[in-house]
């Protein structure tokens, strides 16, 4: 990884600041926390973004290759819904429509009919002679001879995921190669079935953890303040009806405060849930964020980005940015400060993001508004592993500091 530096710089006008009215004393130095295995902070599992495909467009060609191959006259795909349930068609190739309806032809319930393994879990069988077969009408009894081949689980043998079976017009003779063709078709169907699983099943903690990321949001910026009003309305009605002007207006006051700041929290909150991450990924989001401060305020921002190529999974840029995002909106509201900086920094297998201003200092988030924005703040730290860092003396401005470990190597295998 090889540091770079990028700064953006404000346009040249008079009513701005510039870097000659001011300097920083040291650069924003970062210790890591104290931790006695830091690879332990690196296998935090990563947020995964993994989307279902339909697969069934995949294995048809598949099927279709394979008939090539084995040269098969029909073949069909059936998984299991769950372990303790018969298998149901997937897809299939050369069947008549109604495939359930050769149930009884892939599970070889006849022993007269099942010949010796060929590979593996590959059989292979002569049905021209089945009994069950003698008065059948189906289109699907013209065949005489079958292969079939469990679908394994590629993590776990054990487990049974479904069958491959095809069918031949002809009686054949089927030599190893053919058995090892087929084993390495079912192999491959096998891993194709069970990655879209595992992506379904990724998909649907994604969409349990969004809502209640979105729960939890809403409870901390929204929930509180009503509870403040719905109590302050209570003490209201009491005022009035002893007649007490002074604490009713008093009440009246603090309800109609705590409704501006949850119509705030409101818009906040559709605007956060409207906006997805730039695609141009948290790097180019956090300079365009930078960009926007500085033509919307006189202040002077420095963005230093010291990371030459930043790849994380995406809850880690939205959670990131959001953070950096609501720093720079209390720089820009509360510290009165004429300079700023954002750094973006990798140090012992740390990302760190500061955010620092030589504003009045003393904590510049407000009591009410404020603890809510550094309380989400943390704890959109805390989904990515990470922690939070208030530094803050009157005088000598505020540093918000946001840095957590590298996400495991896993992480890309379970985005893919």
């Known amino acids: 990884m090889y540091p770079i530096e990028f700064m953006s710089k404000p346009k040249t006008t008079t009513a701005k600041p510039t870097t000659a009215d001011f300097s920083w004393a040291a650069n924003s130095g970062f210790t890591p926390p104290n931790k006695t295995d830091v690879g332990t902070q690196n296998n935090i599992p990563a947020p995964s973004s993994s989307q279902a495909s339909n697969v069934r467009p995949l294995l048809e060609e598949l099927l279709k290759t394979l008939s090539v191959v084995i040269k098969s006259d029909a073949s069909i795909i ?3 819904p769950h372990h303790k349930q018969a298998p149901q068609p997937l897809c299939s190739l050369g069947l008549a429509p109604k495939v359930h309806e050769a149930v009884s032809i892939y599970d070889l319930p006849c022993e007269t009919c099942k010949n010796p393994i060929i590979e593996n879990d590959i059989y292979t069988a002569d049905i021209s002679a089945c009994n069950s077969r003698i008065e059948c009408q189906n289109d699907n009894c013209r065949f005489k001879s079958i292969i079939v081949a469990q679908l394994k689980s590629v993590k776990s043998p ?27 078709f079912s192999r491959l169907i096998s891993a194709i079935i069970e990655g879209n699983r595992s992506n379904l099943s990724a998909k649907r903690v994604d969409l349990m953890a969004e809502r209640q990321a979105i729960s939890n949001e809403i ?9 403040y009003a719905r109590m302050r309305t209570s003490l209201l009605l009491e005022s009035i009806r002893t007649g007490n002007e002074v604490m009713s207006a008093k009440y009246s006051h603090d ?16 605007k956060d849930f ?55 909106a209390n720089i820009a509201t509360h510290s009165e400060a004429s300079h700023a900086r954002l750094i973006v920094d990798y140090s012992d297998h740390y990302y760190v993001f500061t955010i620092k201003d030589n504003g009045s200092g003393g904590c510049t988030f407000t009591p009410v508004e404020g603890h809510y924005g550094m309380m989400i703040m943390r704890e959109r730290a805390q989904r990515i592993g990470g922690e939070i860092k208030v530094n803050s003396s009157p005088g000598f401005g505020t540093q918000v500091q946001l840095f957590f470990p590298e996400p495991g190597s896993d992480w890309r295998k379970i985005n893919e």
């Open 255 to 270: 309800i109609e405060e705590a409704l501006e700041i949850s119509q705030k929290n409101v818009r906040g909150l559709i």
């Open 78 to 80: 059936r998984i299991r």
């Open 219 to 227: 409870h901390d910026s929204l929930a509180h303040t009503l509870v």
């Open 158 to 184: 054990v487990t049974q995921l479904g069958v491959l079976t095809l069918f031949f017009k002809d009686k054949q003779e089927f030599d190893e190669q053919a058995g090892k063709t087929v084993q390495s």
């Open 274 to 328: 409207r906006c997805g991450m730039d695609p141009a990924g948290l790097l180019h989001a956090l300079q365009t964020l930078s960009e926007q401060f500085i033509s919307r305020n006189d202040i002077e921002l420095e963005y230093i980005n010291r990371v030459a190529h930043l790849e994380l999974p995406l809850e880690y840029e939205i959670q990131a940015f959001h953070i950096v995002q609501e720093a720079l």
